[in-house]
T-cell receptor, first 111, second 119 residues
Framework: KQEVTQIPAALSVPEGENLVLNCSFT??????LQWFRQDPGKGLTSLLL?????REQTSGRLNASLDKSSGRSTLYIAASQPGDSATYLC??????????FGTGTRLQVTL | GAVVSQHPSWVICKSGTSVKIECRSL??????MFWYRQFPKQSLMLMAT?????????EQGVEKDKFLINHASLTLSTLTVTSAHPEDSSFYIC???????????????FGDGTRLSIL
């Protein structure tokens, strides 16, 4: 059974800092990995999707990497802003043909 | 692009009422739709997967007679919580994906969720 873990569970950084969120998964037989953000009381916004054959994807200040063999992904956020405050979820799509979500990292960017 | 609209965003109703939640893909054909449930400060739990024109596949432990799912078109799926009770109170989120393949590499796009409160 696929298990996805995110570290840290919560993170508070001052505005302008670069930061890294970590995601690990137990079964490396995945088709893709997605990073999402969730604002309080809202649904999920897709940030980046990395196919299993890819190593990284970039969108603006966000960069996600994938090391499938070691079961790890990172989400790098450059020059953080207060508007980046949210919960970040990673999810892997595997052989069960469904997304398995991580536990999430609650990010707060302070002024 | 890739907008998923979920309605209503908030429902408060009495115990015993049936509640219908709609999920629409506005600018793409959603071959597959997913329904999730989320408890406070927890991650999403998949309830069921539905393909257009087929019966939904429910996850273990999810009562199919309690949570009725209909996916009659490529742009609309509905979740009906039948005879809702306070323990059904939760945040329900739908998701939609295009692509025919069971293992489609298309991203999943999510609605804004429906907060259901049963009194």
């Amino acid at each position: 059974k696929q298990e996805v873990t995110q570290i840290p569970a919560a993170l508070s950084v001052p505005e302008g800092e670069n930061l890294v969120l970590n995601c690990s998964f137990t079964d490396s037989a995945i088709y893709n990995l997605q990073w999402f953000r969730q604002d309080p009381g809202k649904g999920l916004t897709s940030l980046l999707l990395i196919q299993s054959s890819q190593r990284e994807q970039t969108s603006g200040r966000l960069n996600a990497s994938l090391d499938k063999s070691s079961g790890r992904s990172t989400l790098y956020i450059a020059a953080s802003q207060p508007g980046d405050s949210a919960t970040y979820l990673c999810a892997v799509f595997g052989t069960a043909s469904k997304l398995t979500f991580g536990t999430g990292t609650r990010l707060q960017v302070t002024l | 692009g890739a907008v998923v609209s979920q309605h209503p965003s908030w429902v408060i109703c009495k115990s015993g009422t049936s509640v219908k939640i709609e999920c629409r893909s506005l600018d793409f054909q959603a071959t597959t739709m997913f329904w999730y449930r989320q408890f406070p400060k927890q991650s999403l739990m998949l309830m069921a997967t539905s393909n257009e024109g087929s019966k939904a596949t429910y996850e273990q432990g999810v009562e199919k007679d309690k949570f009725l799912i209909n996916h009659a078109s490529l742009t609309l799926s509905t979740l009906t919580v039948t005879s809702a009770h306070p323990e059904d109170s939760s945040f329900y989120i739908c998701s939609a994906r295009s692509g025919q393949d069971l293992y489609s590499n298309q991203p999943q796009h999510f609605g804004d969720g429906t907060r259901l409160s049963i009194l």
